[in-house]
């Protein structure tokens, strides 16, 4: 197994604020990132996937704390943990963008409005390759062309309004590759893009990272995206890692109740005779304040048990590579159904 | 964009056109004319007007014709000749009474706004970067006792204060010697020690204003994406804010230089009183209460022009600095 390029563990975020009491959206979390590999977080809306993304550039508002665990980064300069960096930095500001860059979910709104698209992609050249800004133009125009961006010298000089919404998205993707990044986080680059467009960005994605071999990150809630791009998978519940693992044998072979969940409340395209009704998950996600104690998804598993509200499961392998939370794998059945 | 300029051009000079309308016929709204008021003045003191000598006056003032008729004449007169008629109070054209004044009124209300900007440009950012802290409390304390405090007592304030501690009288804009002299180097030396009262007492409020304006916008743009973005490719804190979401929150400042002027020229008018300032403000309260109708009708008129002067620059600054206002307007 090759090395791994960053890897985050037992990392807890806790919000503050001085009104109410603090919140951690981010409870337990283990990742391990190795390069040219894709590794797909995924998890419904809230429940720390993104936080978790931006924990790892130190993106997070000031009132975020990461409490526990380290950030292991394997960079240029050796073995840095992220988690100490303070987030302005030079230490931090010379890896991001230049180590560990980024795209975001709204190419519109994450794109500056007025300023043009070549403007914001020299920018990050000139600022961590030290190239002329005539330079740095001939190198933001060949990025735009390997995006895909038709007439690239013409639409360097564009503004994000004046260009659709798969080209914008195209142009960030440039901007984040613009250092050769050896990791990119994809904080769900394709949820406000239509299925067309979508595709071919997840082509596009997955041939730069060949071409790039780089490691990536890819946040999303579309468990088809996952299919198509990702090499791993991690399932987060409410803040905490649930489940992860080798994508293939994760869906085919779910081990921790939310997994086999979600699995099932997937519609499949079938002859009329041989659909079923989906099966929804019953209830619906506690505040993280009400979160139990022990497994954060007790309120709502059809399968819970004794230790499940007050015990945390344990990190437990299942196979290589095949990891869960679940107090189902540790204890026996028998002990289940007492 | 010189098609987007030309149509501000056009559109210009018609609004101008339907100042001048109007400015003409509020100068006509109250009852009587000059002559009235002439008489009036007179027959206090005692004197004793021959009745034939007002009507030949009457005559020769054009009074008892039609609106439109006057209004033609006058404007005729500012367009074909540059005359903007005699001033009756003065005995002189209005031309040789304004210029001076209003072009002190333009120097020294446009050193204001250099000064508002100046100050407000750096709190506003730094109080909105630095949200809730301590600077930003005192700044809002500030700000909010400047834009309380009314201009007028600000600058009785300050002459009072400058006569208690420093034994000197502030004043007007010029000694008495540099009065009517041609710009030199001393007489720009002059002006400057006089001037920072008023610079100073005009931009105060302004500058309360701008500041929260400011700080308002810049706190909404803070949050957005493209912040983080800019975040994201490892910039400096300080030009993170500096280029991305300062550049969009001064749009709507932008946008407001177009009625500064006039507005200054309007709000300063008792600080002009109040510190004896040679400028435009003044002369027209004058003029309106001694409906001295050509001069009052003039400086209207040329505040008019101001106002759409600077609304054209406005515009054009902003589609300067706002791509989505260029190419918008194709």
């Given at each position: 197994m090759t090395k791994p390029l960053l890897s985050i563990n037992d990392m807890s975020i806790v919000f503050t604020s001085p009104d109410e009491p603090d919140i951690e959206a981010v409870r337990q979390v283990d990742l391990t990132l190795t390069p040219g590999k894709t590794l797909a977080l995924v998890g419904e809306s809230g429940c720390g996937k993104s936080v978790t993304a931006r924990a790892v550039l130190r993106l997070?508002?000031?009132?975020?704390?990461?409490?526990t665990g380290e950030i292991v980064y394997d960079g240029r300069d050796g073995q840095v943990d992220i988690a100490r960096l303070k987030p302005d930095s030079t230490a931090m500001r010379s890896i991001r963008g230049a180590q560990i860059s980024m795209i975001f979910q709204e190419p519109m709104s994450s794109l500056s409005p007025v300023h043009t698209i070549g403007n914001q992609i020299d920018e990050i050249i000139v600022l961590h390759e030290g190239l002329k800004p005539k330079q740095a133009r001939e190198r933001t125009i060949a990025l735009l062309d390997q995006v895909g961006v038709p007439g690239a010298r013409d639409r360097a000089n564009a503004y994000p309004f004046e260009l659709s919404g798969g080209l914008r998205q195209r142009a960030m993707i440039a901007m984040a590759l613009a250092c050769t990044p050896k990791l990119l986080i994809a904080d769900e680059p394709t949820t406000a893009l239509d299925v067309t467009t979508q595709a071919q960005i997840l082509d596009l994605l997955r041939q730069l990272q060949d071409d790039f071999g780089m490691a990536m990150l890819f946040i999303t809630h579309d468990l088809g995206v996952v299919a198509e791009i990702a090499d791993d998978i991690a399932v987060m519940y409410l803040g905490d890692v649930v489940e992860q693992g080798d994508v293939f044998e994760v869906f085919k072979t779910p081990k921790h109740p939310y997994t086999q969940a979600l699995m099932s409340s997937v519609p499949q395209l079938q002859r009329k005779a041989d659909r079923v009704r989906l099966q929804p998950i019953k209830g619906t996600v506690p505040s993280p304040k009400d979160r139990p104690v022990g497994c954060s998804f007790t309120s709502r598993c059809p399968h819970a048990f004794g230790p499940c509200a007050g015990t945390r499961p344990e990190r437990t392998q299942?196979?290589?590579?095949h990891m869960a939370r679940c107090h189902l794998l540790t204890h026996t059945k028998e002990e289940a159904l007492v | 964009m010189l098609r987007f300029v030309f149509r501000r051009l056009i559109a210009m000079v018609l609004t101008l056109w339907a100042v001048s309308f109007v400015a003409f016929a509020i100068i006509q709204l109250p009852p009587g004319d000059y002559l009235t008021t002439y008489l009036a003045t007179l027959s206090s003191n005692g004197d004793r007007v021959d009745p034939a000598t007002i009507e030949a006056l009457r005559q020769q003032y054009g009074f008892g014709e039609p609106y439109i008729v006057q209004y033609w004449k006058w404007i005729s007169g500012i367009l074909g000749r540059g005359d903007f008629g005699q001033s009756f109070e003065w005995k002189a054209p209005v031309t040789t009474l304004i210029w001076g004044r209003l072009g002190n009124s333009i120097l020294v209300e446009g050193l204001a706004v250099l000064v508002m900007w100046f100050i407000a440009l750096p709190i506003g950012i730094y109080v909105a970067v630095k949200k809730y802290s301590l600077g930003d409390y005192l700044a809002t304390v500030a700000g909010f006792i400047g834009l309380a405090i009314p201009n007028f007592l600000l600058a009785l304030l300050l002459m009072y204060l400058s006569f208690v501690w420093f034994g000197t009288t502030i004043g007007g804009l010029f000694s008495s010697e540099f009065?009517?002299?041609?710009?030199s180097l001393p007489r720009l030396w002059d002006f400057f020690s006089h001037a920072w009262a008023p610079i100073l007492v005009l931009a105060t409020a302004g500058t309360a204003e701008l500041i929260r304006i400011l700080r308002a916008n810049l706190l909404d743009e803070l949050k957005k994406p493209y912040v983080t973005t800019a975040r994201a490719k490892g910039l400096p804190e300080w030009k993170v804010v500096l280029k991305y979401p300062v550049r969009v929150a001064l749009n709507p400042l932008v946008s407001t230089i177009g009625w500064l002027l006039p507005a200054l020229v309007s709000s300063s008018v008792i600080v002009s009183v109040v510190l004896n300032l040679p400028t435009a403000g003044p002369l027209l309260l004058r003029s309106l209460t001694s409906q001295d109708m050509y001069l009052a009708g003039a400086i209207i008129m040329l505040l008019g022009v101001l106002t759409v002067i600077g609304t054209l620059i406005s515009d054009l600054l902003l589609a300067w600095i706002d791509p989505r206002i260029r190419y918008g307007s194709k």
């Open positions: 997070l508002d000031k009132n975020a704390d990461i409490r299942v196979s290589e590579g | 009065e009517n002299a041609r710009w």
